[in-house]
Each structure stands twice: as structure tokens, then as C-alpha cells.
């Protein structure tokens, strides 16, 4: 019944940008951390950022200063906003989600997954 629904993916030139919204919905309770994850061809999922109820905000070191989540207007709703993209970006992106169904339930729950193609 939950879903992670994600979009705004494509294609985009080198030093371009791209923001990537991530709406979750269904029977939430409330939920942990939010955020993306990525895979590029031949390399290990990523962290890339991820933020908590309170706020705080993690990042990996290849896109801090560079990459931006942020809360949306919505509810359950989280942005993020890539900028001066690299071709190094260039990846699978999948919105991520620890989600407590109940008092005694958190699940992990992923987005489709948008492709994002950086190109010189």
C-alpha cells in the first residue's frame, strides 16, 4: 500500500540541472529518513543524500556542494535538486524511504528508479 513515486529524470548536458521530486503515500505512519540512492553500470548502490525528521541532511562526498534535498510543499514529499552535473552522476537514481507503518513496523521502500544521463 505504500508507494514511493519519483520523476524528473532524462537526459541533460554537463554542468546542467535537474531536480528529482519523490512523493510517498499510503498507510503512513510516520517516517525515518527519506532520500536517493543511486546505481551506475558495473558500480555498487549508493547513498548519494538523505534527510531525518528533524532535518539534518547527509550527503556523499562526490555531490556535497553540489547537490541539494530538500522538503517539499506536500506532504511526504522531498526534492533533489542537482546541480553543475558530471558525467561521473550519470546513474539509475532511486528514491529511498524508512517508513513506520505502526508503532512496532518500519519498512524500507523504493522508488521505480529514474535514469539520469549526463553527457560532455
Known amino acids: 500500500q505504500v508507494q514511493l513515486v519519483e520523476s524528473g529524470g532524462g537526459p541533460v548536458q554537463a554542468g546542467g540541472s535537474l531536480r528529482l521530486p519523490c512523493a510517498a503515500s499510503?498507510?503512513?505512519?510516520?517516517?525515518?529518513?527519506m532520500g536517493w540512492y543511486r546505481q551506475a553500470p558495473g558500480k555498487q548502490l549508493e547513498l548519494v543524500a538523505l534527510m531525518i525528521p528533524g532535518g539534518s541532511t547527509n550527503y556523499a562526498d562526490s555531490v556535497t556542494g553540489r547537490f541539494t534535498i530538500s522538503r517539499g510543499n506536500a506532504k511526504n514529499t522531498v526534492y533533489l535538486q542537482m546541480d553543475i552535473l558530471k558525467i561521473e552522476d550519470t546513474a539509475v537514481y532511486y528514491c529511498?524511504?524508512?517508513?513506520?507503518?505502526?508503532?512496532?513496523?518500519?519498512?524500507?521502500?523504493w522508488g521505480q528508479g529514474t535514469q539520469v544521463t549526463v553527457s560532455s
Open positions: 529511498y524511504a524508512s517508513i513506520r507503518i505502526g508503532a512496532l513496523s518500519t519498512r524500507t521502500y
Open positions: 499510503g498507510p503512513i505512519f510516520s517516517i525515518d529518513a
